[in-house]
């Protein structure tokens, strides 16, 4: 019943012009160069001698012969998508006036800033050459900002509130920008000959495989404010103007991708990162100063695959890691196969070590195979750490395999199940998409009892699975708070093994993205607050705010601000409060 809090398509369901797989299969046969017939590694090996050959033809001359083999075509949105197509930034920030009900008095001063998919020029594109097609997915459209500002005037206490939106200008983007023209080659989906193609290019050109697209999350560190992706470190951004200030590398002590959810300790203030790559070392784990300034700790891992891995959960004195079969493997690809695939039947297993532990320090747990995208809660209970999370028994990305119908396969993993079917037999793809909320007790042995970070609450979007199957993509048709620790007592007052859930559930057509949770100044409990999400209503094209109070969960928005332009569906969100350096936050 609980999804994962943002979890996402991988894509437009729009099908470009199908090329047959046996066409694919020649193609790829037809290619010849040795670095991509091996492993990255090879590759990388042989890169800065062929990207010295490049360097001496002319920009022009090699931009017209890539503009002869690659042609950009823009993917359509149906009907039912086009709150996941691109909005334009705004000039200037918007004074927000058009507000129904009211801010509470006590609401903390600060930002809510979401982040999330924007591709440059128009949409997203499917490239068509001799060696097939590939399709740019909705997960590598450029990061976009959407930010409303909540501030109180020093006499009157009136709320001033405002919105902004802005790009996130990587280096990638910035490219992009002086061309004009869409440039780096989508190379995650499509016919294997295209992605091997695409990569090899990117890298000759931009030495890049991947565009920097920073979309996925925003996190605060040392009084500073970063925007986040898997694929690359995040970029700084002054979070008043929305204007990026550049890549943050630790002071240059971390080189590698940085992940979208990184975990700060609430009581050092350090930064849990992890960093995960098509070379090895494929996962490491990186501990960052409170201020950021600093990295205090940096460990290989050890991981026997590549991987992609979105979340990792603390304790108080523990690390979660997550091991589960959503691969990378470029062997797979030469071969015909998806670059990015689920692999049910192979193994998944998650992993405790000390918050400075080394690899031969990690406790692995073996778990039943399953895609967890999200972490909810982590604490420690006595001999045992818990994980609480969101697990599928399917993996939204990539998607399916070369030959399947991209439309249906989607509409049938958001099928509705009825209640009786539960995750039924494991065989079917209706509903496999969906997360439901799932604990893990893991016993470390150590005789040892700590009290850990123990949650009562969490909070979660509720996906609209009538929506979602017939739009063939992710739509949050309300919100759902979690009781962890109090059991589902029914209609009958009997207690099950589910936990009790309440709903705020949003009118027809309207759904959410980025919901994030707003403490109450001085609180006293853990559910004094607010959640506050963007809301968009498909019927009358309007997107707001809406700010929910947790303890009246179920009842009406207590605010609905009324935004002057589109917000796009996208990930997450989070809640700033001012002055920024002296919010504590968990990302």
């Given at each position: 019943?609980?999804?994962?809090?943002?979890?996402t398509?991988?894509?437009?369901c729009?099908?470009?012009?199908?090329?047959?797989?046996?066409?694919?299969q020649?193609?790829?046969?037809?290619l010849?160069?040795?670095?991509?017939?091996?492993?990255?590694?090879?590759?990388?090996?042989?890169l800065?001698?062929?990207k010295a050959c490049?360097r001496?033809?002319?920009?022009?001359?090699?931009?017209?012969?890539?503009?002869?083999?690659?042609?950009?075509?823009?993917?359509?949105?149906?009907?039912l998508q086009?709150?996941?197509?691109p909005?334009?930034?705004?000039?200037?920030?918007?004074?927000i006036?058009?507000?129904d009900?009211?801010i509470?008095?006590?609401?903390?001063?600060?930002?809510?800033?979401r982040?999330?998919?924007?591709?440059?020029?128009?949409?997203?594109?499917t490239?068509?050459?001799i060696?097939?097609?590939?399709?740019?997915?909705?997960?590598?459209?450029?990061?976009?900002?959407?930010?409303l500002?909540?501030?109180?005037?020093?006499g009157?206490?009136?709320?001033?509130?405002?919105?902004?939106?802005?790009?996130v200008?990587?280096e990638?983007f910035?490219?992009e920008?002086?061309?004009?023209?869409p440039?780096?080659?989508?190379?995650i989906e499509?016919?294997?000959a295209?992605i091997?193609s695409?990569?090899?290019?990117?890298?000759l050109r931009?030495?890049?495989?991947?565009?920097d697209v920073?979309n996925?999350s925003?996190f605060?560190?040392?009084?500073?404010?970063?925007?986040?992706?898997?694929?690359?470190?995040?970029?700084?951004?002054?979070?008043?103007t929305?204007?990026?200030l550049?890549?943050?590398?630790?002071?240059?002590?971390?080189?590698?991708?940085?992940t979208?959810?990184?975990?700060?300790d609430?009581?050092?203030?350090?930064?849990?990162?992890?960093g995960?790559?098509a070379?090895?070392?494929?996962?490491?784990?990186?501990v960052?100063?409170?201020?950021?300034?600093?990295?205090v700790?940096?460990?290989?891992?050890?991981?026997?695959?590549?991987?992609?891995?979105?979340?990792?959960?603390?304790?108080?004195?523990?690390?979660?890691?997550?091991d589960?079969?959503?691969?990378?493997?470029?062997?797979?690809?030469?071969?015909?196969?998806?670059?990015?695939?689920?692999?049910?039947?192979?193994y998944a297993?998650i992993?405790?070590?000390?918050?400075?532990?080394?690899?031969?320090?990690?406790r692995?747990?073996?778990?039943?195979?399953?895609?967890t995208f999200h972490?909810l809660?982590?604490?420690?209970?006595g001999d045992?750490v818990?994980?609480?999370g969101?697990?599928?028994?399917?993996?939204i990305?990539?998607?399916?395999?070369?030959?399947?119908?991209?439309?249906?396969?989607?509409?049938?993993?958001?099928?509705?199940?009825?209640?009786?079917?539960?995750?039924?037999d494991g065989?079917?793809q209706?509903?496999?998409?969906?997360g439901?909320?799932?604990?893990?007790?893991l016993?470390?042995?150590?005789?040892?009892?700590?009290?850990g970070?123990?949650n009562?609450?969490?909070?979660?979007?509720?996906?609209?699975?009538?929506?979602?199957?017939?739009?063939?993509?992710?739509?949050?048709?309300g919100?759902a708070?979690?009781?962890?620790?109090?059991?589902?007592?029914?209609s009958?007052?009997?207690?099950s093994?589910?936990?009790?859930?309440?709903?705020?559930?949003?009118p027809?057509?309207?759904?959410?993205?980025?919901?994030?949770?707003v403490?109450?100044?001085?609180?006293r409990?853990?559910?004094?607050?607010?959640?506050?999400?963007?809301?968009?209503?498909?019927?009358?094209?309007i997107s707001?705010?809406?700010?929910?109070?947790?303890?009246?969960?179920?009842s009406?928005p207590?605010a609905?601000?009324s935004?002057?332009?589109?917000?796009?569906?996208?990930?997450?969100?989070?809640?700033?409060?001012?002055p920024l350096?002296?919010?504590?936050?968990?990302?």
């Amino acid at each position: 019943m609980c999804p994962p809090e943002q979890q996402t398509s991988s894509r437009c369901c729009s099908r470009p012009e199908e090329i047959s797989f046996l066409d694919s299969q020649a193609n790829l046969q037809a290619l010849k160069w040795p670095p991509l017939m091996k492993e990255l590694e090879r590759l990388s090996r042989q890169l800065d001698a062929s990207k010295a050959c490049v360097r001496k033809i002319p920009p022009a001359v090699l931009d017209a012969c890539f503009d002869l083999v690659f042609e950009f075509v823009d993917q359509p949105f149906p009907p039912l998508q086009r709150n996941y197509a691109p909005t334009e930034e705004i000039e200037e920030p918007f004074i927000i006036t058009d507000i129904d009900g009211q801010i509470p008095d006590h609401f903390t001063e600060g930002v809510y800033i979401r982040n999330g998919p924007n591709p440059l020029f128009g949409g997203f594109k499917t490239t068509k050459s001799i060696m097939g097609q590939s399709n740019q997915l909705w997960i590598e459209g450029e990061g976009m900002l959407h930010a409303l500002y909540l501030s109180k005037n020093s006499g009157d206490k009136r709320w001033t509130i405002s919105y902004n939106n802005k790009y996130v200008e990587s280096e990638t983007f910035k490219l992009e920008k002086r061309r004009n023209k869409p440039s780096a080659l989508p190379s995650i989906e499509g016919h294997p000959a295209a992605i091997l193609s695409c990569y090899w290019l990117n890298l000759l050109r931009f030495g890049k495989a991947n565009k920097d697209v920073s979309n996925t999350s925003v996190f605060e560190l040392g009084g500073r404010c970063y925007a986040a992706a898997e694929n690359h470190l995040p970029q700084e951004i002054d979070l008043l103007t929305l204007e990026t200030l550049g890549e943050y590398d630790v002071n240059g002590a971390w080189n590698r991708p940085f992940t979208a959810h990184p975990k700060k300790d609430p009581v050092s203030g350090e930064l849990i990162i992890i960093g995960v790559d098509a070379f090895k070392p494929y996962v490491e784990l990186g501990v960052i100063s409170a201020d950021g300034e600093r990295l205090v700790h940096k460990v290989d891992l050890q991981y026997k695959r590549r991987l992609i891995c979105h979340d990792l959960g603390i304790t108080q004195r523990y690390n979660v890691l997550l091991d589960f079969p959503l691969t990378i493997d470029v062997g797979r690809l030469v071969r015909g196969g998806p670059l990015i695939k689920y692999e049910g039947g192979e193994y998944a297993r998650i992993g405790v070590m000390p918050r400075y532990g080394t690899s031969s320090s990690v406790r692995w747990f073996d778990v039943e195979p399953n895609i967890t995208f999200h972490i909810l809660n982590c604490f420690e209970d006595g001999d045992e750490v818990v994980v609480r999370g969101c697990r599928a028994r399917q993996s939204i990305i990539p998607g399916p395999e070369m030959g399947l119908d991209k439309f249906e396969w989607f509409s049938r993993g958001f099928k509705p199940l009825k209640s009786t079917q539960g995750q039924n037999d494991g065989l079917s793809q209706d509903g496999s998409l969906f997360g439901r909320c799932y604990e893990w007790r893991l016993n470390t042995l150590t005789g040892e009892e700590f009290t850990g970070s123990r949650n009562k609450y969490g909070y979660t979007q509720v996906a609209d699975s009538v929506a979602s199957s017939a739009a063939g993509m992710p739509k949050f048709g309300g919100l759902a708070k979690l009781y962890l620790e109090e059991p589902d007592t029914g209609s009958e007052g009997v207690s099950s093994s589910l936990i009790k859930v309440k709903y705020h559930m949003f009118p027809e057509n309207v759904f959410c993205t980025g919901a994030a949770f707003v403490p109450k100044p001085r609180g006293r409990e853990e559910d004094d607050g607010w959640i506050i999400s963007f809301v968009h209503n498909e019927a009358a094209d309007i997107s707001q705010v809406f700010i929910v109070d947790t303890k009246s969960f179920s009842s009406e928005p207590v605010a609905k601000l009324s935004l002057p332009r589109r917000v796009p569906y996208g990930f997450h969100g989070s809640y700033m409060p001012f002055p920024l350096q002296s919010s504590n936050l968990w990302s």
